[in-house]
């Protein structure tokens, strides 16, 4: 409920701070005192429209806190909290209005946007009056009343979950549907890559492998016809090993007839000898070592060139064919298993959907039930409020092609005023007057179902008499008695049933200025007799007049 309202220079209003009570409370005074201001600023407390020209003439800006007590388990909180907004103890609404038509909103001192302190004012204060029944425009929100009244809260969820499921489960059968349809199309190319890979069987590190071992066999090929030149001079007819072996045992034998001439030169073509016959036996190995197969050659190249050449083909480096070849076999595998899980897919959202269908149904014929309950509610008070000739009608439309997570009901409120005219909705049908008290009617049916904490009700009583002014004030005394309700009002029969009643005057704000100023008292028991006289009598208050608002007030309580 709204406990707390403070307002700062805001039109006529320089400083006001009001406290509110549970029950009923009644907004009082002469046309122009400013009664309308105070529900501007309520409303700009919540998240209505700013306008610059709300600020008090020569101030820079003004300031409505509106503080709020309800139970932690309240949908505003819940709303506070998924968006970050720390909401223990009261809640505190606060807008700052700038002259330039800028404007600041915050909720328990964290700074907020417009559009979220308007959705939780929303859960909180509802405002109505002839001309903005907000409540009777939404159908939208006829079904959520009729869904209150009733008592559909719970099945409602339940079908929203079911609903979701659904969806969710359609949607990922359309999403696997069209994998599976991809795929379909690429098979063929899939399948024939897939047999050129397995049959190709790239190995990982494959390519560097055959690049190093064919740079190598050809580098042997090169240097291979240098040793065998060498090998041949060292051993072939012209190799000098003969010559030198000749004539080393020519000079062996000479050396006998000249000792000490020879023996060295011996010695050392000896040796010559040795090395020739070692480097004869190096060259041999080399020239083995060097030897390779021309034809395994030509294999690694052919492998080489096919790994290339695969490569370029699917436009990927050598080096990641072989997960490609996994990934397309898996690819395969999914489009063969696809199928099947496509079909699964399948009566599983089928499942969902006859599920939800069943409890959209269900919840229909419950809220056809539901809504003649409810019209026979409000058609037990219309009488009382001189609409005994209307007929208040609770129209629901079912199409199970416009499922929603709400259901497949549409549902609005039509209404009849007189015998023998046709029933309409209730927003083009109904006037001003009638339509505020069949406003009135339905709260009164759904009491504290469906319904914000604190409702406002702005002049409802406007233009009607004295017996319907007392049933209208009879049905808010009722509603109080569940929400907490505030009426603006001139109607004596309705004021005389408030547990609290404020007075609204202005006046100048201070001596020596001619400034006027919005004041707001909360009149005592033996002040009130004195402003119900007025409101009967008007501006010249008779002891008639005050023993009438005596009879009033004794039988408003």
Not at 154 to 177: C, G, I, M, N, P
């Amino acid at each position: 409920m709204l406990i707390q309202l403070s307002i700062r220079d805001i039109v006529l209003i320089e400083r006001l701070d009001l406290a509110f009570e549970t029950g009923l409370s009644v907004l009082t005074g002469e046309t122009g005192a400013g009664k309308s201001i105070l529900l501007d600023s309520l409303s700009l407390a919540l998240g209505g429209r700013g306008d610059g020209g709300l600020v008090r003439h020569g101030e820079d800006k003004g300031q409505v806190t509106a503080v709020f007590d309800v139970s932690g388990s309240h949908g505003a909180r819940k709303l506070l909290r998924d968006n970050g907004i720390d909401d223990d103890g009261d809640l505190i609404f606060r807008r700052i209005q700038s002259a330039d038509g800028r404007t600041r909103a915050s909720i328990n001192d964290q700074p907020v946007s417009v559009q979220l302190m308007r959705q939780a004012g929303q859960l909180l204060v509802e405002i109505h009056g002839q001309h903005d029944d907000r409540a009777l425009i939404d159908t939208d929100a006829h079904r959520a009343l009729l869904d209150a009244f009733t008592g559909l809260g719970d099945e409602v969820q339940q079908l929203s979950t079911l609903y979701r499921s659904w969806r969710d489960a359609e949607r990922a059968f359309k999403t696997h549907r069209a994998k599976v349809e991809a795929a379909a199309r690429e098979a063929d190319y899939i399948r024939a890559s897939v047999e050129e890979l397995e049959a190709l069987s790239p190995r990982d590190g494959e390519e560097d492998e055959l690049a190093e071992q064919r740079s190598r066999m050809q580098k042997s090929e090169r240097i291979a016809g240098d040793i065998s030149d060498a090998s041949e001079f060292l051993n072939g007819n012209a190799s000098p090993v003969p010559l030198i072996a000749s004539l080393v045992r020519r000079l062996e034998r000479k050396s006998h007839e000249a000792p000490g001439l020879l023996e060295e030169t011996v010695e050392l073509l000896d040796q010559a000898l040795n090395y020739l016959s070692n480097a004869q036996m190096e060259v041999e190995a080399a020239l083995r070592r060097t030897e390779f197969d021309p034809r395994e050659l030509e294999r690694v190249e052919e492998r080489l060139f096919a790994l290339r050449a695969a490569g370029r083909k699917y436009s990927i480096p050598v080096a990641d064919l072989p997960a490609l070849a996994e990934k397309m076999i898996a690819d395969l595998a999914d489009l063969d298993a696809g199928e099947e899980r496509l079909g699964e897919l399948e009566k599983l959202t089928a499942a969902a959907k006859t599920a939800y269908d069943q409890a959209a149904v269900t919840l229909s014929q419950k809220r056809r039930h539901g809504a003649e309950s409810l019209a026979g509610a409000v058609m037990a008070e219309l009488p009382a409020l001189k609409l005994e000739r209307a007929r208040f009608m609770v129209d629901v439309a079912s199409d199970p092609e416009a499922a929603s997570a709400e259901g497949i009901d549409t549902v609005e409120f039509h209404v009849q005023t007189n015998p023998g005219t046709r029933p309409g909705p209730i927003m083009k049908v109904a006037s001003g007057g009638e339509l505020s008290r069949f406003l009135l009617a339905l709260k009164v049916a759904l009491a504290d179902r469906g319904s914000a904490p604190t409702l406002v009700f702005d002049e409802i009583d406007t233009g009607v008499g004295g017996a319907v002014a007392d049933a209208i004030g009879q049905r808010l005394k009722r509603l109080s008695d569940k929400v907490q309700v505030l009426s603006v009002t001139h109607a004596p029969q309705v004021a005389a049933r408030a547990a609290t009643h404020l007075l609204i005057s202005k006046g100048p704000a201070g001596q020596g200025t001619d400034k006027i100023a919005t004041r707001v008292a909360t009149m005592e028991p033996e002040h009130r007799t004195e402003e119900i006289a007025r409101m009967l009598a008007g501006a010249s208050v008779t002891d008639e007049a005050r023993a009438a608002a005596k009879r009033l007030l004794a039988g408003g309580g």
